[in-house]
C-alpha cells in the first residue's frame, strides 16, 4: 500500500519541510508517502473565493490516483487517536487500496471533494495552519505504523 498526500499550497518553510522529510523517510518502509502540491486558487480583493475553492478542488480530484480510498482532513471529520488511527491504517491496508489523504486551502475543500472522500478525519477542535498539518499528518502517520509494528516510539 502506498499513500499520497495532496495539498493546497507550495513551499513549506523550511522547518517545516525538515520535520516532513524526516517522517516521510522514517515512513518509506511501512507506507510510502508522495506529496503533491496543488497552486492556490486566487484570492483576493475583487476576486471570487468561491472560485477559487472550486478551482482547487478540480485540481484535487485531478490528482487522485484511480481506485484511492480517499481520507479527507476535515475540520468536520472524525477525530481518531492515535491508536484508532492505527486501527484504521490497519483496515485501510486489508482493502488493498492505496490512500489519498487531501489538504484542502484555506477556506477548506470544496463541496465535490467532500462528496469523494470516502472518510473525514480531523486533527481536533484546534485552528492550524496549513503547513502545520502536514507534519502533524506525517507524524501520526509513522506513529500509527509503530503502534502497529509493536515500536516503543509510542507511548501513550
Known amino acids: 500500500?502506498?499513500?499520497?498526500?495532496?495539498?493546497?499550497?507550495?513551499?513549506?518553510?523550511?522547518?517545516?519541510?525538515?520535520?516532513?522529510?524526516?517522517?516521510?523517510?522514517?515512513?518509506?518502509h511501512d507506507l510510502p508517502l508522495e506529496l503533491i502540491e496543488l497552486?492556490?486558487?486566487?484570492?483576493?480583493?475583487?476576486?471570487?473565493?468561491?472560485?477559487?475553492?472550486?478551482?482547487?478542488g478540480a485540481a484535487i480530484l485531478a490528482a487522485l490516483p484511480h481506485d484511492?480510498?480517499?481520507?479527507a482532513l476535515d475540520g468536520r471529520g472524525k477525530c481518531w487517536s492515535s491508536e484508532e488511527l492505527a486501527a484504521q491504517l490497519a483496515k485501510w491496508r486489508m482493502t488493498?487500496?492505496?490512500l489519498a489523504f487531501l489538504i484542502g486551502g484555506p477556506d477548506g475543500h470544496a463541496p465535490d471533494v467532500l462528496g469523494r472522500a470516502d472518510q473525514r478525519?480531523?486533527?481536533?477542535?484546534?485552528?492550524l495552519p496549513h503547513m502545520l498539518v502536514r507534519l502533524v499528518l506525517v507524524e501520526q502517520l509513522y506513529r500509527a505504523t509503530t503502534i502497529m509494528g509493536g515500536h516503543p516510539y509510542h507511548r501513550g
Do not use: C, N
Open 39 to 56: 497552486k492556490p486558487g486566487m484570492r483576493g480583493k475583487g476576486r471570487d473565493d468561491a472560485r477559487a475553492i472550486q478551482d482547487e
Open 1 to 28: 500500500m502506498r499513500a499520497r498526500l495532496i495539498a493546497v499550497g507550495e513551499r513549506m518553510p523550511g522547518w517545516v519541510a525538515e520535520g516532513f522529510a524526516e517522517y516521510r523517510k522514517r515512513l518509506s
Open 96 to 98: 488493498g487500496r492505496d
Open 68 to 71: 484511492s480510498h480517499v481520507v
Open 121 to 127: 478525519w480531523s486533527l481536533g477542535p484546534l485552528t
